[in-house]
């Protein structure tokens, strides 16, 4: 009685791995097309995307330093305080930088990305 529930499982097993390597076959070549397309965008971004976050970088270590000099002469309070009101407005500028950065994220896609992403989608949770 073991074997055909071994043998049932086996194939449904085998089953699911073809779905998800082709799956995923289908999501590489679409994503190589997208990239084969805007190659030179991509690279483009990916400079400016690059030198700007390192300008970035220096420019929030100097304000962060001449925020704490600033609550430090302006305030009596200890240094752990002020840190912390540092932290607390850089956690809230993160926030809304990862939710406005989340947005413009949202660009054009091909229409085989999104065909296939359909596709996937309705063949994951087993809809016609």
Not at 74 to 94: G, Q
Not at 96 to 118: D, M, V
Request: hydrophobic content about 50%; proline content about 2%.
């Amino acid at each position: 009685m073991d074997k055909p529930k071994n043998k049932n499982f086996a194939n449904t097993a085998s089953r699911i791995s073809a779905i998800a390597s082709s799956v995923m076959d289908l999501h590489v070549r679409i994503a190589l097309q997208e990239v084969d397309r805007e190659k030179r965008r991509l690279i483009s971004g990916g400079v400016f995307i690059a030198m700007g976050g390192f300008l970035l970088l220096l420019v929030l270590i100097c304000i962060h330093v001449i925020f704490y000099l600033t609550l430090s002469k302006f305030n009596n309070w200890a240094t752990e305080y002020n840190l912390l009101l540092i932290i607390l407005v850089d956690l809230f500028l993160a926030g809304l930088s990862l939710k406005l950065g989340g947005k413009l994220a949202k660009g054009p896609y091909l229409p085989q990305t999104l065909e296939g992403l359909g596709k996937t989608t309705k063949a994951v949770l087993g809809k016609k």
